[in-house]
């Protein structure tokens, strides 16, 4: 199962990004049926959840630290997940990871994921 996370970048604090998460080979079936997640880790830090998807896209839920900022979203004709950024901030910076859940709901907690991108750097200066 192949998840490709895209669209990282180096921006200063008050930009947007638009990160991807693109299914190939058999994840298409996965990231069609299955709740999607976004995550990140910053340097020194443990690994955290931005945001989650199901698998309808109809239920989104955010970390409160994203909330208002970031928006999760899926377009089943192109497989593929996204996460808008917005407002970006210094404390955004880290490593953006996607993942699909075991179920068709997305969940906080990274145990409830199956599958995992690759992750992308985002860096945010102040």
């Known amino acids: 199962v192949q998840l490709q996370a895209s669209g990282g970048g180096l921006v200063q604090a008050g930009a947007s990004l638009r990160l991807s998460c693109a299914a190939s080979g058999r994840a298409v079936r996965t990231i069609s049926n299955n709740g999607m997640g976004w995550f990140r880790r910053a340097p020194g830090k443990e690994r955290e959840f931005v945001s989650a998807?199901?698998?309808?896209?109809?239920?989104?839920i955010y970390a409160d630290s994203v909330k208002g900022r970031f928006t999760v979203s899926r377009d089943y004709t192109k497989n593929t997940v996204y996460l808008q950024m917005n407002s970006l901030k210094p404390e955004d910076t880290a490593v953006y990871y996607c993942?699909?859940?075991?179920?068709?709901?997305?969940?906080?907690?990274?145990?409830?994921?199956?599958?995992w991108g690759q992750g992308t750097q985002v860096t945010v200066s102040s």
């Open positions: 993942a699909a859940a075991r179920g068709s709901l997305g969940s906080r907690s990274d145990s409830e994921y199956r599958y």
């Open positions: 998807i199901s698998w309808r896209g109809e239920a989104t």
